[in-house]
């Protein structure tokens, strides 16, 4: 897969993950019905898990992301509190934020890794300098960007706001996300324009 192909499939990822949370959010907003908003939200999930299996696309984002979207609905039938539908996605984003200064001091930019899966190409960047840096620089912007996200939301979070953080991830993140995936390209293709020395490797 090339990597404006790539890049394109970021693109959708970001979309498909954003529907299930636009049906929750919308049904709780004009229903105040919590079950209500749930079921939509797996009924959504499910929805896209099916695209994403009939695009010939992997089984595992698909069975992924509807167990996040189950697993979210399950934290919030037991525990009764709207704000916790957020949670595991956050936590997930969470985590990946913390492990990526380890991840670049092991030279494994999680960026880099995501668009080895994306293009087949695996772990070959690691052997081309100029896609190693521009996967590193790239992802250093990404963090930036991601924690000032995440505060955010954990500050709704801490403040029970379920309906406001479902209009700050739709709103918000979501377009914040779409620049990022064009503005780490733009660098990416920057950084990476001129041939590399050994170019074998960068292929």
Same mark, same amino acid.
């Given at each position: 897969?090339?990597? !404006? %192909?790539?890049l394109r499939?970021?693109?959708l990822h970001i979309a498909e993950t954003a529907v299930p949370v636009l049906g929750f959010t919308l049904v709780y907003a004009t229903t105040a019905r919590l079950p209500a908003a749930l079921a939509t939200g797996l009924c959504?999930?499910?929805l896209?898990?099916?695209r994403r299996v009939r695009g010939a696309r992997s089984v595992w984002p698909a069975v992924g992301g509807f167990a996040l979207t189950a697993g979210a609905a399950a934290?919030?039938?037991?525990?009764?509190?709207?704000?916790?539908?957020?949670?595991?996605? !956050? %936590?997930?984003r969470a985590a990946v934020v913390a492990a990526t200064p380890v991840m670049l001091l092991l030279r494994l930019p999680p960026v880099g890794l995501a668009a080895g899966v994306l293009t087949g190409r695996g772990l070959a960047f690691r052997r081309c300098p100029p896609r190693l840096r521009a996967y590193t620089v790239a992802n250093?912007?990404?963090v930036?960007?991601?924690g000032a996200l995440l505060a955010n939301q954990a500050r709704l979070y801490l403040d029970g706001r379920a309906l406001a953080m479902g209009a700050f991830k739709l709103l918000v993140e979501v377009p914040a996300h779409v620049l990022l995936v064009g503005l780490m390209w733009a660098v990416y293709r920057r950084m990476t324009a001129r041939p590399c020395v050994r170019e074998g490797a960068c292929r």
């Open positions: 897969m090339s990597d !404006l %192909a790539a499939r970021a693109g959504v999930a499910a896209v898990a099916v934290w919030t039938v037991l525990s009764g509190e709207a704000a916790n539908y957020f949670v595991p996605v !956050l %936590a997930l250093l912007i990404w930036v960007a991601e």
